[in-house]
C-alpha cells in the first residue's frame, strides 16, 4: 500500500520564523517519486518540486529547501525566514503506478506579520 | 511550461441538474488525465483516470453512473456530475502528465461546484 503522512494539521508561525512541513511516506516500490505542491486560498495547485527515489540529494531553492531520508522514509520541506505570502496549504504526494497521486491530509501554515 | 486549463472556476447549480467540467491541456497531449475531489479543508482524493478512447478507471466508492467521464481527445477530458445533490458540492480538479516517463504533473485550476 502507497501512503503519505502529514502529522501537522496546522502549523502557526511569525513572519521571518523558519518552519519545516514533515512528509513521512510508505511504498513498496523501489522506484517512487515524491511531491510538494502549495495549495493558496484560491484553490490551484503550485508545483513545488519532485524527488525521485534514486536522488537523495537535499535540494535548496530560494528560502524553500528539502530533506530527503529513505532510511526513514521522509521527505521534509523547510521554509527559512517565512512570509506572509507563503501561508497556504502544502500537501506532500507519492506517485502511483498509475500515475496517479497520493496526497497526504495537508499541513496549513499560517504565516503572521 | 504545460498547462492544463479547467473551465468553470466556479459553479451553482440547482439540486437535480447536471454539471459539466472541463479539462483541457493546452500545449501539450494527454492520453491520461485525472480527476480529484477535495472536501473543505480536506485532502485530495483520486476519483477517476480519464483514458483517451476508452472507458474511465473509477476509484472504489466514486459512483460511476454520477460521475461520468468522457476523454474524447487527447486535449479534453470533461466530468459531468449528473443529478446533482448538496452532498456533491465540493472543489474538483483535474492533472496530466507531461515530460518523458509522466514526471511532472499539472493541475486545473479547480472547480468550485455548490448545488443548492
Known amino acids: 500500500a502507497q501512503k503519505v503522512t502529514q502529522a501537522q494539521t496546522e502549523i502557526s508561525v511569525v513572519e521571518k520564523e523558519d518552519v519545516t512541513l514533515d512528509c513521512v511516506y510508505e511504498?513498496?516500490?523501489?522506484?517512487?517519486?515524491l511531491f510538494w505542491y502549495k495549495q493558496p486560498p484560491s484553490g490551484e495547485l503550485v508545483f513545488l518540486i519532485r524527488?525521485?527515489?534514486?536522488?537523495?540529494q537535499n535540494e535548496i531553492s530560494g528560502r524553500y529547501s528539502w530533506n530527503f531520508q529513505k532510511s526513514t522514509s521522509s521527505f521534509n520541506f523547510t521554509i527559512t525566514a517565512s512570509q506572509v505570502v507563503d501561508s497556504a496549504v502544502y500537501f506532500c504526494?507519492?506517485?502511483?503506478?498509475?500515475?496517479?497521486?497520493?496526497f497526504g491530509k495537508g499541513t496549513s501554515l499560517l504565516v503572521t506579520p | 511550461g504545460a498547462v492544463v486549463s479547467q473551465h468553470p472556476s466556479r459553479v451553482i447549480c440547482k439540486s437535480g441538474t447536471s454539471v459539466k467540467i472541463e479539462c483541457r491541456s493546452l500545449?501539450?497531449?494527454?492520453?491520461?488525465m485525472f480527476w480529484y475531489r477535495q472536501f473543505p479543508k480536506k485532502s485530495l482524493m483520486l476519483m477517476a483516470t480519464?483514458?483517451?478512447?476508452?472507458?474511465?478507471?473509477?476509484e472504489q466508492g466514486v459512483e460511476k453512473d454520477k460521475f461520468l467521464i468522457n476523454h474524447a481527445s487527447l486535449t479534453l477530458s470533461t466530468l459531468t456530475v449528473t443529478s446533482a445533490h448538496p452532498e456533491d458540492s465540493s472543489f474538483y480538479i483535474c492533472?496530466?502528465?507531461?515530460?518523458?516517463?509522466?514526471?511532472?504533473?499539472?493541475f486545473g485550476q479547480g472547480t468550485r461546484l455548490t448545488v443548492v
Open positions: 500545449d501539450f497531449q494527454a492520453t491520461t
Open positions: 492533472s496530466a502528465w507531461t515530460g518523458e516517463g509522466g514526471t511532472e504533473a499539472f
Open positions: 511504498t513498496r516500490d523501489t522506484t517512487y517519486y
Open positions: 504526494a507519492l506517485r502511483r503506478s498509475g500515475y496517479a497521486l497520493n
Open positions: 480519464s483514458n483517451e478512447g476508452s472507458k474511465a478507471t473509477y
Open positions: 524527488r525521485n527515489s534514486f536522488d537523495e
